[in-house]
Structures are given as structure tokens and as C-alpha cells.
């Protein structure tokens, strides 16, 4: 029989999500992110889900519209890096992607008169990524018209580098860079808006926004966790406990004894580790979850397994369910307590621990 750890897939929370999303776009519309497999949920399972609510997808690269088009699901996806061949480009014309051009090969591949998709144009606002800058872009759009491809333009994006800090002026800056940059092209839509973007009062939304962290229940905003912002968890990480004890006052627990027990406690050991997923660095006092308590993780992170101190919960038993994160305990909060974000631990989970849908 194989082991209990799982990540259980909350596709109802998934859809939920995308809806607080369109909500907040208001008059725009919101292609769902869904790049990374899904962030990490099952970039099939993802898109099936949301086939008929989103009514695009924008993933980073074309290995991964591919796995959509695999699912059996026909929505547009547009591709955030753009085409790495100039194969891309007739592969996206024929699947219906659309690529985001952002560099001068790009934009040589598409000169050659073959056929060629709908694409986006990505301007560099100050992220210093991706994107030709504001006075490139007449240029850009020459080019495309005398190789007859200005026709193909869907419209222009940008991607904010501190969206996610609501007391930054720096998304403001980038607005407007990008509103004096794509100016002369008022016809075409526009697309600024990623998952933060949504929670800037004020903040203009144009026509496409961009949500990715905050479709999955992670919180895309410094200081908040996801249930602050109305976001539901649609990934619970669980594992088995698998064995129970008692150690003294003044016993250590795990490698480097790096927690030692100030007074006799009941501990167990639970079935999951870096090796699946979970951050080596979240140690002593991080917090999870078993028979309706919180609890707490002590000493380190191993492989295959961690230690829990069960002192608040005598009635734990080997075989019952702790949940690593989920609804009861933010993946953010797990995010704080090793040092990282949300994102990495979610698209982090390996491929040893099942994802099951519901």
C-alpha cells in the first residue's frame, strides 16, 4: 500500500477564485494563469476545471499550451515568453496561442511571410525583464506592418515589478510609462494587471488582466495571507502520522538536535519532507494541523519526514491525517516561517506525492 501523503486538488476553491478575479477586473477580462503545471495543481486538471469560465490562458512556454491542447481543451492560450523557435509561431497559429513578442529575434521570425498567429507585443515599463522599451515601439509596429502582420496585433503587455507592496508608487510609474507607450495604438487592448494588481485601489485594470498565485488561494500582497483577500486553498498538502512518543526533558530531536525538549512532550513524527516538497528550512514553530488543532513542527526538516509536537492534542494516533497546508493552515504562513513565497512551495510539491482532484 502506498504511503498517505497527498495534495488534494479543491477545484471548486479553484473556481471560486477565478471568479473573485473576474470580480475585481471589473470591466476587464481575466485570462487565468496557469503556467508551472498549474502552479504546481495540474496544468490538465487545471484547465479542464476552468474550460468555460476563463475565457483565455496564458502559460510561459509552448511545452505547456501544448499540455492544455493534450487535455482536450481549446481555449487561446496566450504564451507569456513568446515563441523560443521560429517553429512556435506556425505551431501557435495552428492551436490558436498567442505569443508574446519581446525581442528583436522574435520579432525577425516574423518576417518571413509564413503563416503566423495572433500575437502581443511586451513593453519593458521598468521590470527590466522581458519587453522593447517605450521607444522601440514605433519601430516595432513599422516592422510588423511591412511584413503585413499589424493586423495580427491583439494589443500590448506589461508586468509590474512591486505590485505586490500597496505603499509603493512604483506600479504608478509603470502605468504610466505604459499608458504614454502604447498611446498612439488606441485600438489594441492592453494587459498590465497580475494576481497583486487586483488589490491596488485605484489601479487601472485596461482591458486583459493577468491573475496567477491568486487563483490557487495564495496571497499575491505583502502582509496579507490568502484567506485575508477572500481566497480559498486549493491545494491541502496531508500525510500520515506514522508514529508516536514520549521523550524527557533535555532530549534532542533530529539531525543536529536541533530542538531539545525543555520538559517531558509527546511528539510524533509525520510521513512527508523535502523530498516531497515540503521547505527544509521551515523549522521549530511552524504550524500545522491534526484532529481540529493547530500544532507545531520541532527540530529540522528531513528527507522523508518531520517532527511534530503533539503536547496540545493527547489524542493523536499513528494513522491520523496532519495537514502540512491548506484550509486550515495558509500555505503563506508555512512561506513565512521558511523564508520564501507561497509560489515556490506550491509549484515546489515533486512528482512522488499524488495530486487528487475534487
Known amino acids: 500500500m502506498p504511503r498517505a501523503t497527498v495534495a488534494r486538488i479543491n477545484l471548486d476553491a479553484l473556481r471560486h477564485n477565478y471568479r473573485k478575479a473576474a470580480d475585481l477586473a471589473g470591466d476587464a477580462t481575466a485570462m487565468a494563469v496557469i503556467k508551472a503545471d498549474g502552479y504546481g495543481h495540474g496544468i490538465r486538471e487545471v484547465a479542464r476545471a476552468l474550460q468555460g469560465h476563463a475565457p483565455k490562458f496564458a502559460v510561459a512556454c509552448i511545452e505547456e499550451a501544448l499540455a492544455i491542447r493534450a487535455a482536450g481543451v481549446t481555449t487561446p492560450v496566450a504564451l507569456l515568453q513568446g515563441p523560443h523557435s521560429e517553429q512556435d509561431l506556425a505551431t501557435s497559429a495552428r492551436e490558436s496561442f498567442e505569443p508574446v513578442i519581446h525581442s528583436e529575434h522574435q520579432l525577425h521570425w516574423l518576417q518571413d511571410g509564413k503563416a503566423a498567429p495572433a500575437l502581443w507585443i511586451k513593453v519593458n515599463t521598468g521590470m527590466n525583464r522581458l519587453g522593447f522599451s517605450p521607444d522601440q515601439l514605433s519601430g516595432v509596429m513599422s516592422v510588423l506592418s511591412a511584413a503585413g502582420r499589424q493586423q495580427q496585433v491583439t494589443g ?203
Open 156 to 358: 500590448f503587455v506589461t508586468h509590474f515589478a512591486c505590485a505586490d507592496d500597496a505603499q509603493s508608487d512604483n506600479t504608478a510609474r509603470q502605468t504610466e510609462c505604459f499608458v504614454r507607450a502604447t498611446q498612439p495604438w488606441p485600438k489594441l487592448a492592453r494587459s498590465v494587471a497580475n494576481s497583486a494588481a487586483h488589490f491596488l485601489q485605484g489601479q487601472a485594470l485596461f482591458d486583459w488582466t493577468r491573475p496567477g498565485i491568486m487563483l490557487y488561494g495564495g496571497s499575491p500582497m505583502i502582509g496579507k495571507l490568502g484567506p485575508d483577500l477572500g481566497l480559498e486553498s486549493v491545494m491541502t498538502l496531508e500525510a500520515e502520522l506514522t508514529s508516536v512518543r514520549t521523550i524527557k526533558a533535555g532530549e534532542s530531536v533530529g539531525y543536529g538536535g536541533a530542538f531539545t525538549a525543555s520538559e517531558p512532550m509527546r511528539m510524533g513524527i509525520v510521513a512527508i519532507g523535502y523530498g516531497d516538497g515540503y521547505p527544509r528550512h521551515a523549522g521549530t514553530d511552524t504550524p500545522a494541523w491534526i484532529n481540529g488543532r493547530r500544532i507545531r513542527l520541532i527540530g529540522r526538516v528531513s528527507m522523508d519526514m518531520l517532527a511534530v509536537d503533539l503536547s496540545k492534542v493527547p489524542d493523536a494516533q499513528p494513522g491520523d491525517r496532519v495537514e502540512l497546508w491548506g484550509p486550515h493552515v495558509s500555505v503563506d504562513e508555512i512561506a513565512q516561517h521558511a523564508g520564501t513565497i507561497g509560489y515556490e512551495l506550491l509549484t515546489g510539491v515533486t512528482a512522488r506525492v499524488p495530486r487528487v482532484c475534487a
